[in-house]
């Protein structure tokens, strides 16, 4: 996931947060069954397998 946001450069101006449902209780009840979950402004992008191919359209996509 890193190193497409890092293709994208500087200009995308993608900010990455990563939480660990180990430590939010109400994360590991909402995506216990789903990790590795991505969501993109909030929403669920993928679960289970990050599509490298897609999740760059995606992030390219939120911030034209």
Known sequence: MTSVVSELGAAASVTLEELSILDDA???????????VLLINGAVHNIWRIDPVRLRAALVEATA
């Open 26 to 36: 109400a994360l590991n009840d909402k995506y216990w069954e789903e990790i590795p």
